[in-house]
């Protein structure tokens, strides 16, 4: 017969991990388990996930951050043979508890632990170890059992990968709920041992862990800013009460100090090393010290916090993972980093990856990486669950590629999206992949997974259409290299676009019958501004442009207009925010260094800023402070900086061509000119210079077709109602 196992996991301000926690826990192979969340004093939206899961889990409130607090409620409400502890920013294998439960063999196994991977999943956090009385532990140890219940060493389990005997836990308390954080579980282990049981830890049982921020430590990857309070604390306390007859006074006393000692030790090396700030290393030297303080004096004068009253004998609850079918896993594709850049593919894969996390899904994204990199895995943004590929990956071999190096470079990128993409759904398992068509990301993808998983795709500015706005010479390599994307389209699971316009191009340019395929409109949508709007106290008028500095943004038009109206009116701005670096094959340069030799001795040129590539925050800012926002590109599928602006409640010029038609309604919330119209693009911004007042009005005009059409929340909802077409 099977034992039952009661998984807990104590959470505390991190939603969207918890949310991903739980989901991987139907997809294990063991059936006979239930499921307790203490949710601590948390203040984001763990409540909401909560929600989603209250009828086939175990909730209880901790309102204090106290770690062993949370966990002796979790045994409290534990109902099987077994307690199993995981950390709500870890994903167990799939034969996790099979595992685990192979190595419960009688009632003297009081502990069973597996390996765990760190950050990335390309090295081990712990393997095996042990804590000696001291409080020093070896993760990594593959000597002798220590399982002694007289010895002065002790096999030991990680926090996030150890399960216990249930009546063992009852029987010695519990955790000691001084331990608010750091040696809790290892303080759990040396008692489990010394009541008489045995502790070990499989060779596999594997759980896959992040490591993520949290109140205690500021970043994933950092071993040096964590709050050393607690750790110095607990350390102390920790060696002091395990040291207990075990040596004398004196020794004891010298080894306790020590512990501080070597703190200091370590924190004056960091700053030597430039690892940290004389700022940071005052912090940590007083957070020490006051720990130290505070641990020394309670090991020896206080007793432990143990609790006896945890046999509460409350009902199984066996986890219903049926209810998981709400949550769904999506994998999106964006090689551009979709945090930093401000290109709209990944702009708004930015946008329905965080959308999508808030909503209580999965959302894994691959992006590009470089040479260095083997491959690298985390579990960070907001959520978000990253992936890079890297150039050491693209290890396809096709020599009669060679003569198309552009088509042979994407191709082999797609490649290795195509591996990343099986290894992501044989570890976490996905429920469906979403690629822009942009530089046919997904194009192995879609031809290889056909049966295995649905990917769909969203279309953008095909090469084509890129070609032909900047006057391109259509070569055998771009020929190609439109094959492959036509490819993609056709052997896709579903097609997303993001106008009628779109749709309309790519039919005309690469004869394709959209009526034959599964095709859906869903626009595209950003969030409001974060920055108030405010009025500047300045005389000028700002006007902005947001994009890569090149002819087919229309900047060569922008720069035919601006020595016609700026010497009309002095107190004109323009502000140029993107990549000011790209090669204009007509002129030879960059248009930043063109402006600045034809221009750059005016009296004028001061007056025209370009900032290059800045931050979204800056971005963000540069929208909020702008008065009006111009865009008149060659072509544009879609145009997301123009409802940037319009969720500004700034007016927008574009140009009537591609997607802006469908964003722009001309005379209302901006105006529509002919491409490449220097002198109309001059008229309609007199129109906005010389009166405030439309600005206003084109600007509230445009917010509301903001909000009615182009929020971000649309865009996810609609997603969705895509996607679930597909499941």
């Known amino acids: 017969m099977n034992k039952k196992v009661s998984i807990v996991i104590c959470t505390y301000n991190r939603a969207a991990f918890l949310n991903r ?22 203040t984001d939206y763990t409540i909401d996930i909560l929600e989603k899961y209250k009828n086939s889990i175990k909730i209880a409130n901790n309102d204090k951050a106290n770690l062993s607090i949370s966990r002796n409620m979790g045994i409290a409400l534990s109902s099987a043979d077994i307690v199993a502890f995981i950390d709500d920013d870890a994903i167990p294998d799939k034969y996790w508890l099979n595992d685990i439960v192979s190595l419960y063999t009688d009632e003297t196994v009081g502990g069973v632990g597996g390996k765990v991977y760190g950050p990335g999943d390309n090295h081990f956090q712990f393997e095996n170890g042990y804590v000696d009385i001291w409080g020093y532990a070896d993760g990594r140890n593959y000597g002798p059992d220590y399982n002694d219940p007289n010895g002065n060493k002790f096999n030991m389990m990680l926090g996030t990968n150890a399960t216990f005997l249930r009546k063992a836990l009852i029987e010695i308390g519990g955790f000691d709920e001084y331990y608010d954080y750091y040696h809790d579980e290892s303080d759990t282990c040396v008692r489990i041992i010394q009541a008489g049981y045995k502790i070990f830890n499989h060779e596999r049982a594997y759980i896959h862990h992040e490591y993520a921020k949290s109140y205690i430590r ?44 070597e703190h200091l030790d370590l924190y004056k090396t960091w ?37 006896f009253n945890l046999d509460n004998n409350t009902e199984f609850k066996k986890y219903d993972n049926k209810l ?46 470089n040479d260095k990199e083997e491959w690298i895995s985390t579990w960070g943004q907001e959520g978000i669950n990253f992936h890079k590929v890297s150039n050491l990956e693209n290890d396809i071999n096709l020599p009669e590629m060679n003569s198309y190096p552009l088509s042979y470079d994407k191709l082999k990128y797609s490649y290795a999206v195509y591996k990343k993409i099986r290894e992501i759904n044989e570890k976490y398992s996905i429920d469906i992949v979403e690629s822009p068509l942009w530089d046919f990301e997904g194009c192995v993808s879609t031809k290889m997974l056909k049966g295995i998983l649905p990917v769909i795709v969203r279309l953008q500015t095909p090469l084509l259409k890129v070609a032909e706005t900047q006057n391109w010479k259509i070569t055998d390599d771009l020929e190609l290299f439109a094959e492959f994307e036509k490819e993609m389209i056709l052997n896709a699971a579903g097609i997303i676009s993001i106008s009628d316009n779109i749709t309309h191009t790519i039919s005309e340019l690469y004869d394709i019958d959209f009526n034959k395929l599964n095709n859906s409109k869903v626009y595209l949508g950003v969030d409001e501004p974060t920055i108030s709007n405010n009025r500047r106290n300045d005389e000028k008028i700002r006007i902005l442009f947001v994009g890569r500095l090149e002819r087919r943004k229309g900047i060569h038009t922008i720069f035919e207009a601006i020595p016609k109206i700026i010497q009309k009116y002095p107190n004109l701005e ?21 402006f600045n030799k034809k221009y750059g001795n005016t009296n004028w040129a001061k007056n025209v800023i370009f900032l290059g590539q800045i931050s979204n925050e800056e971005k963000e800012q540069e929208f909020v402070n702008c008065d009006i926002f111009i865009a008149p590109s060659l072509y544009e599928s879609f145009g997301i900086i123009l409802i940037e602006a319009m969720s500004a409640k700034k ?13 722009i309604k001309d005379n209302y919330n901006g105006f529509l000119i002919d491409v490449e119209d220097s002198k109309q693009l001059v008229d309609r911004l007199e129109a906005l210079i010389n009166d405030q007042s439309i600005r206003l009005e084109f600007g509230e005009n445009g917010y509301r077709r903001f909000e009615e059409l182009f929020s971000n929340n649309s865009m996810i909802d609609e997603t969705l109602k895509v996607y679930m077409k597909y499941i």
């Open 218 to 261: 500021e970043s994933t990857f950092d071993g040096c800013r964590l709050n050393w309070y607690p750790i110095v604390k607990n350390k102390a306390y920790f060696a002091i009460k395990n040291s207990i007859n075990k040596a004398n006074n004196e020794e004891r006393k010298a080894k306790v100090l020590g512990i501080k000692k």
């Open 21 to 42: 926690t739980l989901k991987s826990l139907s997809k294990l192979a063991y059936e006979d388990f239930e499921v307790i969340v203490i949710n601590g004093p948390s």
């Open 651 to 663: 007016p927008v010029i574009g140009c009537r061509i591609g997607g802006m038609q469908e964003i």
């Open 574 to 594: 323009f502000r140029f925010v993107g990549n000011d670096e790209v090669m204009d094959q007509i002129l030879g340069t960059t248009f930043r260094k063109y």
């Open 324 to 369: 998981n079918d709400k949550v769904i896993s999506i994998c999106l594709l964006c090689k551009d980093d979709i945090i930093s850049s401000i290109g709209g593919v990944a702009k708004y894969t930015y946008e329905i990856a965080k959308g999508l996390v808030k909503k209580g899904h999965i959302v894994h994204v691959i992006t590009g990486g």
């Open 271 to 307: 700053l030597k090393e430039k690892k940290i700030t004389k700022e940071e290393y005052n912090k940590f030297v007083s957070l020490c010290e006051t720990g130290f303080e505070k641990g020394y004096n309670d090991g020896y004068n206080n007793e432990r916090l143990l609790n």
